[in-house]
Nanobody, 125 residues
Framework: VQLQAFGGGLVQAGGSLRLSCAAS????????MGWFRQAPEKERESVAG??????YYADSVKDRFTISRDNAKNMVYLQMNSLKPGDTAVYYC?????????????????????WGQGTQVTVSS
């Protein structure tokens, strides 16, 4: 699966952005999708994940971010509202097979097999 994330940019605190991730190469619906982020000098952390039966959000983004997917278009999205400076990071989309999906597995970077190149999100105060 090839993944390409886009839609990042510079936004003021309180603003919104929608990230998109285009997938190609395999049957998209067979894959669970996740969004992760990495700020400078910090470890990569989970943001959200979506599978057939489970949707995951990190506590830090609940009620502000929404993950969705369009299997017909091979796309996954991350709608980010009420952005904070702490949300500044490079955001990555990732994919893994839908088998043996659990809430916890959706949140772990090492559970994903395919990664996109990342898109920068910068939130100014």
């Amino acid at each position: 699966v090839q993944l390409q994330a886009f839609g990042g940019g510079l936004v003021q605190a309180g603003g919104s952005l929608r990230l998109s991730c285009a997938a190609s190469g395999r049957t998209f619906s067979n894959y669970a999708m996740g969004w992760f982020r990495q700020a400078p000098e910090k470890e990569r952390e989970s943001v959200a994940g979506i599978s057939w039966s489970v949707t995951y959000y990190a506590d830090s983004v609940k009620d502000r971010f929404t993950i969705s997917r369009d299997n017909a278009k091979n796309m996954v999205y991350l709608q980010m509202n009420s952005l904070k400076p702490g949300d500044t990071a490079v955001y990555y989309c990732a994919a893994r097979p839908q088998s043996y999906i659990t809430y916890t597995r959706l949140s772990r970077p090492n559970e994903y097999d395919y990664w996109g190149q990342g898109t920068q999100v910068t939130v100014s105060s």
